[in-house]
T-cell receptor, first 112, second 114 residues
């Protein structure tokens, strides 16, 4: 059974640009969550989607957005990139509500 | 707001020695509790979870954790550490009835001396 797949694995972007990251959950999983991991702030929750609806949102500016498609695949978008957005972005999928989350390998975003 | 504290930033143990990583949480009710492990540049791998029931839970790779409600703790243990256990360990909580939103501790970096 394939795990959570995140693409791309690495990205380098310039300040002011926007970026889209993709996440394919484990087959049959309906919940997808996104996290940002940085050395200074640690692991922080961005948002969660369940059956195409955003169910939870963390404390991030509106530049961070996401969506989920009918096949449960999810994308997150960051507009007007700042240097501080450089981080490892992790996606996690869960079968349904209140079950354990399985993480992908992450996308390493570097903003220069 | 819920929070998770991992008081030990770094721990060094000798191979074959026992290990205990501490985790305390702050939450109004009993949350769902998890331990994850992360190797450099990789994602998070779930070691074990506690939802309800038996307070001693077994996980993968020989790890176990004990939930103590009175101490708001969920410490991770392993009787004999292997060099391959060197990694960063994260304790996390999710609110009951609050979806799959995890709050993580700051992590404990484990070094294993041969």
């Amino acid at each position: 059974k394939a795990g959570v797949t995140q693409t791309p694995r690495y990205l380098i972007k310039t300040r002011g640009q926007q970026v889209t990251l993709s996440c394919s959950p484990i087959s049959g999983h309906r919940s997808v969550s996104w996290y940002q991991q940085t050395p200074g702030q640690g692991l922080q929750f961005l948002f969660e989607y369940f059956s195409e609806t955003q169910r939870n949102k963390g404390n991030f500016p509106g530049r961070f957005s996401g969506r989920q498609f009918s096949n449960s695949r999810s994308e997150m978008n960051v507009s007007t990139l700042e240097l501080g957005d450089s981080a490892l972005y992790l996606c996690a999928s869960s079968l349904q509500e209140y079950t354990e989350a399985f993480f992908g390998q992450g996308t390493r975003l570097t903003v220069v | 707001a819920q929070s998770v504290t991992q008081p030990d930033i770094h721990i060094t143990v000798s191979e074959g020695a026992s290990l205990e990583l501490r985790c305390n949480y702050s939450y109004g009710a009993t949350p769902y509790l998890f331990w994850y492990v992360q190797s450099p540049g990789q994602g998070l791998q779930l070691l074990l979870k506690y939802f309800s029931g038996d307070t001693l839970v077994q996980g993968i790779k020989g790890f176990e954790a004990e939930f103590k409600r009175s101490q708001s703790s969920f410490n991770l243990r392993k009787p004999s550490v292997h060099w391959s256990d060197a990694a960063e360990y994260f304790c996390a909580v999710a609110p009951t009835g609050g979806g799959n939103k995890l709050t993580f501790g700051t992590g404990t970096q484990l070094k294993v001396e041969l």
